[in-house]
C-alpha cells in the first residue's frame, strides 16, 4: 500500500461520508455499506466521558458480531472471559474465506494454522495458541490453556494435542493433503469477505475490569510455523487491569516487533486517552520503520473508564462498539504523518 501522504489527522467520522477502503471489491462495499446503514454509524467525540456499563470494541464490522453476543452473554450473567469466548467462537464458526477460524487464509502449504489468546485482567490470567491445525475453536483452546496448564502459551502439534486432550471441537488433519482438504470439505457459509482479518475483542465490564481476545488464521499464505502477533502478549493484544487494553489487526510483523499493544496501554497509563494512544503507535512505529506509514497496522483500545480508540496507519478501518445504548459501526481514516 502506499505511503500515506494526505496531511489528514485521524479522525472518527460518520461512515456514510467516509470513502471505504480502496482494496474492496464493490459488492463488499455495498454489503459494508449495508452493515452501517443498519448498525447505525457514529461519530466518535475526540474528548468522551467514562462510560457506564459494559464497553465492547472489535475489529472490523464482523466483529460487531461478537461484540453484540458478548454483551448478550454478560447481560445473561456470563463471566468476562465468558463473553469474549463466545463472541469469537461465533466469528470462527462463521469462518469462510475470511482469515479466522477452519475457514481461513490458508499458509503457503495450503492449509491453515491459527492463532488465537485470551487474557483476564485481573490476575493478569492469560492462554495462547499458535500455529494450531484443524482445531475448530483456537479461542477456546486458548482458554483451556489459560485454565487447565500451569503455561500460558502452546504452539503447533502441543497446542493441538493438548486441544484434542481437552474436549475442543476438531477436524482430523493427519497428512498435509488432508489438512487441505479438511478444511475445503468443512460446510462454510458465505460471509462477506470485507474487512474479514484478526478478529480483537476487548471488554471494559460494568465493574471496571478489563478483558479481551483474538483470533486469527494470520497472513495469507505465510509459511507453515510462522506466528503472527495476534497470540503473542503485548503484540497483537495486551490487558492491563489498572490501565486499559489495546488489540491489533494487521500485518502482525509490523506489530510485533514494536511491542504495539503493550506500548498503546503504557501510553494510556501516562495519561493519554485510547483515541491518543493508538495514533501515538502509529506515528512511534512509522517514525522508525523504514516502511514509515506503509505498515497496515490497525489498533484498538479501551480504557478503565470505557473510553475508546482507533487507529490506522495507511487505510480505513472500521470497528465495533457495543454498550448498553446498542451497537455502532465506526471508521477511523489512516492518521495523517507527522
Ligand atoms: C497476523 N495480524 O497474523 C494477523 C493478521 C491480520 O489483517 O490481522 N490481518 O499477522
Redesign the pocket.
Given at each position: 500500500m502506499a505511503r500515506a501522504t494526505a496531511p489528514r489527522v485521524a479522525v472518527l467520522v460518520p461512515a456514510a461520508t467516509t470513502r471505504l477502503p480502496r482494496r474492496r471489491h464493490p459488492a463488499a462495499r455495498l454489503a459494508l455499506a449495508f452493515a452501517f446503514a443498519f448498525a447505525g454509524c457514529a461519530t466518535a467525540p475526540t474528548a468522551q466521558p467514562p462510560v457506564l456499563g459494559p464497553v465492547l470494541i472489535a475489529?472490523w464490522p464482523f466483529g460487531k458480531i461478537a461484540t453484540d453476543l458478548a454483551l448478550a452473554k454478560l447481560q445473561a450473567g456470563g463471566s468476562r472471559l465468558d463473553a469474549i469466548e463466545t463472541g469469537i467462537r461465533e466469528i470462527e464458526r462463521l469462518s469462510s474465506d475470511g482469515?479466522v477460524g477452519l475457514g481461513g487464509r490458508p499458509n503457503a502449504a495450503g492449509y491453515p494454522q491459527l492463532?488465537a489468546c485470551l487474557v483476564d485482567g485481573p490476575g493478569r490470567r492469560a492462554g495462547s495458541v499458535a500455529g494450531v491445525e484443524g482445531i475448530v475453536h483456537p479461542i477456546t483452546a486458548a482458554r483451556r490453556v489459560m485454565e487447565h496448564s500451569k503455561h500460558v502459551m502452546l504452539v503447533g502439534e502441543g497446542a493441538r494435542w493438548f486441544a484434542l486432550e481437552h474436549g475442543v471441537e476438531s477436524v482430523a488433519v493427519d497428512e498435509l493433503a488432508a489438512k487441505k482438504q479438511a478444511w475445503l470439505a468443512r460446510e462454510r457459509p458465505p460471509v462477506d469477505r470485507a474487512g474479514h482479518?484478526?478478529v480483537t475483542v476487548l471488554l471494559r465490564d460494568a465493574d471496571g475490569h478489563l478483558a479481551g481476545g483474538c483470533s486469527?488464521s494470520?497472513?495469507g499464505g505465510?509459511l507453515p510455523g510462522r506466528v503472527?502477533?495476534?497470540p503473542i502478549l503485548g503484540a497483537?493484544l495486551y490487558v492491563d487491569d489498572e490501565v486499559g487494553a489495546a488489540g491489533?489487526?494487521?500485518?502482525?510483523?509490523n506489530?510485533m516487533r514494536w511491542c504495539a499493544t503493550c506500548l498503546i496501554v503504557e501510553r494510556m497509563r501516562a495519561g493519554r486517552s485510547p483515541q491518543e494512544a493508538c495514533e501515538d503507535i502509529v506515528h512511534h512505529i512509522a517514525r522508525h520503520d523504514p516502511r514509515g506509514y506503509a505498515l497496515?497496522v490497525?489498533f484498538i483500545a479501551v480504557d478503565k473508564q470505557g473510553r475508546t480508540g482507533a487507529a490506522a496507519s495507511n487505510m480505513t478501518f472500521p470497528f465495533a462498539v457495543t454498550t448498553n445504548a446498542g451497537s455502532r459501526i465506526v471508521e477511523v481514516v489512516q492518521v495523517t504523518p507527522r
Open positions: 475489529t482469515s492463532d482479518d484478526t486469527t494470520g497472513a505465510k503472527g502477533d495476534s497483537g491489533a489487526t494487521g500485518i502482525g510483523e506489530v497496515d490497525c
